[in-house]
């Protein structure tokens, strides 16, 4: 998951299946928004070099357009920062379609994590990680 700041990444990728779907004929937001925890989940692990993050907020999301049976869903993410024990995620949303390959996004939002001992109390984000991203900024 290294390196240029500036990029988005692919992190997950998922298909809409009936299951997925409200009441109103749509996506349900439930599901994306765990999607979107799981994939910033993911990254900030695999960023941090840890599996011990937890997730701490989850900025404004806004459900900019509807998602119907048959799309994917990509979810990319980018480091936003590294602080001490915290890292913030740009994350995004989109779906594409399988006839023509194109990306509409979805929703885009921000989230952090915490890196935690074994007593669930936050501790350093590792050196060799911030250095990283330091380079970087
Ligand atoms: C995450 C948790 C360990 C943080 O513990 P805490 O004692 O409140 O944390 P601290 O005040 O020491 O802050 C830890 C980091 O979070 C950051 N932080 C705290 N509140 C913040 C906020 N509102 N927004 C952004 N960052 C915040 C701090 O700046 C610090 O980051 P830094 O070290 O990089 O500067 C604790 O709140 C917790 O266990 N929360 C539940 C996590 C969880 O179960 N998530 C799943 C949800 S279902």
């Not at 998922?14 to 996506?27: A, L, Q, R, S, W």
Request: aromatic share 6%.
């Amino acid at each position: 998951m290294e390196q240029n700041k500036n990029e988005m990444q692919l992190i997950t990728t998922h298909i809409c299946m009936t299951k997925d779907i409200g009441v109103h004929g749509n996506m349900f937001g439930g599901i994306m928004m765990a999607w979107i925890d799981e994939a910033a989940s993911v990254m900030a692990c695999r960023v941090c070099r840890t599996p011990n993050m937890v997730t701490l907020k989850l900025e404004e999301s806004v459900f900019h357009k509807k998602v119907k049976v048959g799309f994917l869903i990509l979810i990319y993410g980018r480091v936003h920062r590294i602080g001490n024990t915290s890292i913030t995620l740009d994350i995004e949303a989109r779906k594409r379609s399988v006839y023509s390959g194109d990306e509409e996004q979805v929703l885009v939002t921000r989230v952090t994590f915490v890196r935690i001992d074994e007593d669930g109390s936050p501790t350093p984000i590792a050196n060799s990680v911030k250095e990283i991203y330091k380079k970087n900024e």
